[in-house]
């Protein structure tokens, strides 16, 4: 059992380490290239869509996140786990307090302003899984 949520904890994280980055550097920035008569269709497609991909893997993650802390563990292991689920929540606060609201606000019509911010603001959670993948891949390489 434990192998298994070490196992599906690190694929989850890697999973959403590729798909941010994949956003991140193509996806967010074409954005500002749709053209501004058809950016409200694109925008419900793309929350729409996006959801459906990416909605199961953070659960999927989350839940293991949680577990990884509920094991008995060694004090390196709770540690890492910690450390884990404490960048996962970052993640989960930055998309409700930031990407959501900005993804909401452009529902309405392409904003620059908007978009950049929700650029920008998108390199926590960038930054935040890929540093949790390593930590993932520490513990389930080390099984910590």
Do not use: K
């Amino acid at each position: 059992m434990t192998s298994a949520i070490l196992q599906l904890h690190a694929f989850s994280t890697i999973f959403m380490t590729g798909v941010i980055w994949f956003v991140q550097v193509v996806h967010y920035p074409l954005m500002a290239r749709v053209p501004q008569r058809s950016y409200q269709n694109f925008q419900r497609a793309h929350v729409a869509r996006t959801t459906w991909v990416v909605g199961p893997p953070m659960i999927v993650e989350a839940a293991c996140a949680i577990g990884l802390l509920l094991l008995p563990s060694t004090s390196a292991s709770f540690y890492w786990s910690l450390m884990g689920f404490l960048l996962l929540v970052c993640i989960w606060v930055s998309t409700a307090l930031f990407q959501v609201p900005a993804h909401h606000t452009l529902l309405e019509g392409f904003d620059q302003n908007t978009h950049r911010s929700l650029v920008r603001s998108n390199w926590v959670r960038t930054f935040a899984w890929t540093i949790r993948s390593a930590v993932a891949c520490l513990i389930l390489v080390f099984h910590l």
